[in-house]
């Protein structure tokens, strides 16, 4: 699955510069993750890093966008170019 950035969001900034593949972005008022980008971290970390660092824990599974660590490892290797 993709991740999903709630409306307790603080803004706090510190998210977005931990994606590896840039999918979290400033949105109108909370930032947002783009889930054609999101590999929850797989290929990259242990664990998601957006979900490590936010202090309001605000940041779960986003249920439309249901995949498996097999796809999320396909997508990973398509964004990275390391097929």
Do not use: F, R
């Amino acid at each position: 699955m993709a991740l999903l950035i709630t409306d307790e969001c603080i803004n706090c900034d510190v998210c977005e510069p931990e994606c590896p593949n840039d999918a979290i972005s400033p949105g109108d008022e909370i930032y947002e993750i783009d889930p054609n980008l999101c590999t929850e971290c797989v290929g990259h970390y242990e664990t998601s890093q957006c979900v490590e660092v936010c202090p309001v824990d605000c940041i779960p599974l986003d249920p439309n966008h249901s995949e498996t660590k097999e796809e999320l490892l396909e997508k990973y290797k398509i964004l990275t170019g390391n097929k």
